[in-house]
């Protein structure tokens, strides 16, 4: 059998010699563990006394954004290498962190020959201009050898002043971004309040709807005068006034260019006109990738084209005007909104109004019956989901359609501030028992699959 005596005690005593070195007397007292080295600021100034930023670095265009003050609020304005709005948040950083330059620590005090850290012949430079016009000037020269290369620590020093100062290349990495990284993102900064009308063009098919002050609060105007879907109108006018390019394609593109972009003939055009008749139109493009998550588009009238993603368009209800109609007839009035129903047929006019604890139904002989909540309920849900399938524009007045006439009225109150608003469409049944109708304030005719006397007649049972 084997001895295993002296590998196991020569086990033993190499442990334990580590454990000595590693936790034993060689560890250092809390006095002798330097602590991490504070940062030095190098730059103080009064933020709302700085006006402009240059960012100068090699042999790139000089960077330049300026702060606009007006009577409410700051805003900047890239001015170099091109003039276009620049990302408000990122320049309110730029103008903070300028007015508070730091270093990680100090190199040398008082060394004349500068060319050992690059600051005889500046690679870059940080210049701050301020309100009384003076400059204060941050000059940025070699990479420290001991840093990383891809983002190195650099020397700096304050023109005028004698002290080499080691800044972080994190830190500097910020300043240094190329201007497209300044740019403002947002493509068209849209205020959806100020929004009265929008007209799209999609493919073959065009429509515009505008504002109005019926329930419904947006009509269609072309191709058909009808209500439109206020969800749908808002949700665009949400989307398209925070899209965000995911990156600048062109400033000036040729006419190939367009063409390649899909930008010569817009696949779609979308046109939002405010109260003042301000217009601003986007023009949309082909898909920029393979998968169809990026779309070339561009502002009518502007030249710079964009890339964004393909959902945050919201295409889903830019395709046909049909996805705007509000087919729900009765849609803006929610069961706990409604105050009364009111329906004629051709046999009697009934009334059913809401209580405090159940409904009471008027009828045509003037008497009043109570119905209980849960037998109302159902019916008046049944009424208010009362659906189109379609609309078109009447080729004759609604009488003609068919013999078999009704009226349904919904009465409902959107708050307590607001007074009751009335939603309410005539009915005509065709001998072929195709049911018609229009509701009040449009000319469009309503197409429905539902035998809308039908439900009356069932309103009518509740008595």
């Known amino acids: 059998m084997r001895n295993w005596t002296f590998p196991l005690v020569a ?182 309040d100020e929004v009265q009308m929008m007209e799209i063009r999609s493919g073959t098919s065009q429509w515009s709807v505008a504002r109005s002050e019926d329930p419904y609060g947006w009509q269609l105007i072309s191709p058909i005068a009808a209500p439109a879907r206020s969800r749908v109108a808002e949700d665009t006018l949400w989307k398209m006034g925070s899209i965000r390019a995911e990156r600048y394609e062109s400033d000036h593109p040729t006419p190939d260019q367009l063409q390649e972009y899909g930008l010569d003939a817009p696949s779609m055009r979308i046109a939002f006109t405010k109260e003042s008749g301000e217009s601003h139109a986007m023009l949309v493009g082909l898909f920029a990738d393979e998968q169809g998550g990026q779309l070339y588009v561009k502002m009518e009238g502007q030249p710079y084209v964009y890339v964004v993603n393909s959902a945050s368009l919201g295409l889903s209800g830019l395709m046909s005007w049909s996805d705007w109609l509000a087919t729900a007839v009765f849609a803006p009035a929610s069961f706990r909104q409604v105050v009364s129903l009111q329906w004629e047929t051709e046999e009697a006019s009934h009334r059913l109004v809401r209580g405090d604890d159940h409904w009471l139904m008027e009828l045509p002989s003037g008497d009043q019956v109570e119905v209980p909540n849960e037998e109302a309920e159902p019916a008046v849900r049944s009424a208010l989901a009362i659906e189109a399938s379609n609309a078109k524009e009447p080729d004759q007045p609604l009488s003609e359609y068919g013999p078999t006439q009704a009226r349904l009225e919904v009465n409902f109150r959107p708050s307590e501030d607001v007074d009751v608003q009335t939603l309410g469409l005539d009915i005509v049944v065709t001998p072929e028992q195709t049911s018609y109708g229009l509701v009040d304030g449009y000319e469009s005719l309503f197409v429905f699959d539902l035998d809308l006397i039908q439900i009356l007649h069932q309103l009518s049972q509740l008595d």
Do not use: H
């Open 11 to 192: 086990a033993v005593v190499f442990f334990a010699l580590l454990a000595y070195v590693m936790w034993g007397g060689s560890a250092p007292s809390p006095e002798e563990v330097e602590a991490p080295q504070k940062e030095i600021e190098i730059i103080t100034l009064d933020r709302e006394d700085v006006k402009a930023v240059t960012i100068r670095w090699e042999d790139t265009p000089d960077l330049a954004i300026s702060a606009v003050d007006g009577e409410e609020e700051r805003t900047y304005q890239l001015t170099s290498p091109f003039e276009r709005a620049t990302d408000q948040e990122r320049a309110r950083l730029l103008f903070t962190s300028v007015a508070q330059i730091k270093a990680s620590r100090i190199i040398a005090e008082g060394n004349d020959d500068l060319s050992e850290y690059g600051l005889d012949d500046p690679s870059g430079a940080i210049i701050v201009t301020l309100a009384n016009g003076s400059e204060v000037t941050l000059n940025i020269g070699d990479g420290s050898p001991l840093s990383r290369q891809d983002e190195p620590d650099r020397y700096v020093k304050v023109a005028g002043e004698d002290t080499v100062y080691l800044m972080t290349g994190l830190r500097l990495a910020f300043f240094m971004a190329p201007p497209d990284k300044w740019r403002d993102p947002v493509i068209m900064r849209l205020d959806s």
